[in-house]
């Protein structure tokens, strides 16, 4: 990581925001993104004892994503009718990999869910990393492949080589990234991991 870069990053965003996300301007676009609330949904509905109904948990899964802003408008009703599609066996094996994606070996859950998107070829980042992200805002990260692969890049986050396909490996790796960067800057700047990377695809001058 180039900490110079990152200081950089954030003494121009504080000298623009003074106060970082407490900034009135940064008030009014997070409200656009409507953070909190996805998070207080879905860690109400996704709690572990709520897998006992696998039909409804996954009708919860798909309201998650079909309020998030951070998904594209192309990927939601594609999820949305490819969940709602899927056999009995399959949206239990999905339903399972969500649960074990939240509440148990994340690398196994997370592996479970790919499975299953692969194969409506909804493989995307946005779809696999958003639920943990609004589950635990604090540790999950949501992975939007441009501002990623310039976050990467500007960062010179060397050890890491994004790919279009999601996998463990790189998720991990990326959000123990993230979590040394944080631990760099002013915690005004990362009241989530999605203000955080929020804060730094403004850095990387990118538009989504």
């Known amino acids: 990581m180039n900490l110079a870069k990152l200081r950089d990053a954030e003494a121009l ?10 900034h009135e301007e940064m008030q009014r676009i997070g409200k656009k993104h409507n953070v909190p609330k996805l998070v207080e949904f879905a860690q109400n509905v996704l709690a572990k004892k709520n897998f006992a109904q696998q039909g409804q948990v996954l009708d919860n899964i798909v309201k998650t994503i079909t309020r998030s802003s951070m998904v594209s408008m192309f990927e939601k009703p594609k999820f949305r009718d490819y969940v709602n599609g899927l056999n009995r066996e399959d949206r239990a094996f999905l339903a399972q990999g969500f649960k074990r994606l939240l509440h148990g070996k994340q690398e196994q859950g997370f592996n479970d869910v790919i499975d299953v998107l692969v194969e409506g070829k909804l493989a995307k980042w946005s779809l696999i990393s958003a639920i943990p992200m609004y589950y635990r805002p604090q540790r999950d990260v949501f992975v939007k492949p441009t501002t990623t692969k310039n976050v990467i890049r500007q960062f010179e986050l060397d050890h890491l080589v994004y790919r279009p396909l999601p996998s463990w490996e790189f998720y991990r790796d990326y959000r123990a990234a993230i979590e040394e960067m944080k631990a760099a800057v002013d915690p005004s700047l ?5 203000a955080f ?5 403004m ?3 990118v538009d989504e």
């Open 203 to 205: 850095s990387t001058a």
């Open 190 to 194: 990362s009241p989530s991991n999605a």
């Open 13 to 22: 965003f504080m000298q623009k925001y003074p106060g970082g996300f407490e």
């Open 197 to 201: 990377t929020g804060f730094l695809m």
